[in-house]
């Protein structure tokens, strides 16, 4: 959880989470989510009310996908139920997560309410704790 409340304060961003492939289905699964607004933060297993599609393809081939809008950008997919909220995210900057075996996840960064340019230092930044991330995973999958 503290590098999720870490990324979202440190970008001024509203939202950051991590999210894990699920390797049958294909899709990403929110497993941590931080909301800097109300302070709320989830941990578990079963956060399927924030089940999402993510631009799967390109962060496996281990792009970072920085979306300045999400209701322009043909990747982020169709509008989610709260769109036009407060709640919507605008911007996202998502962060693959590796392993030697490949993909294992997502770091996202989000904007709530407002399109924003992610920044090549936000960018940067965003990609080291993802990188942090990835490798305490791997150290955990080789102790367990």
């Known amino acids: 959880m503290l590098y999720c409340k870490t990324l979202a304060t440190a970008l001024s961003a509203h939202v950051a989470g991590i999210w894990t492939l699920n390797k049958a289905t294909g899709t990403l699964d ?3 989510v931080w909301d800097r607004d109300t302070c709320d933060s989830e941990n578990g297993t079963d956060l399927t009310h924030r089940t999402a599609g993510r631009p799967v393809d390109e962060v496996d081939q281990d792009q970072i996908v920085a979306i300045a809008d999400t209701r322009t950008d043909p990747r982020w997919g169709a509008p989610t139920p709260e769109a036009g909220s407060s709640a919507e995210l605008r911007a996202v900057l998502e962060c693959p997560l590796h392993t030697p075996s490949g993909l294992t996840g997502v770091v996202s960064i989000g904007n709530k309410r407002a399109p924003r340019e992610w920044t090549a ?10 990188g942090l991330i990835s490798l305490a995973r791997l150290c955990c999958a080789k102790a367990g």
């Open 30 to 32: 929110a497993r941590l």
């Open 121 to 130: 230092r936000e960018i940067s930044f965003a990609a080291a704790v993802a």
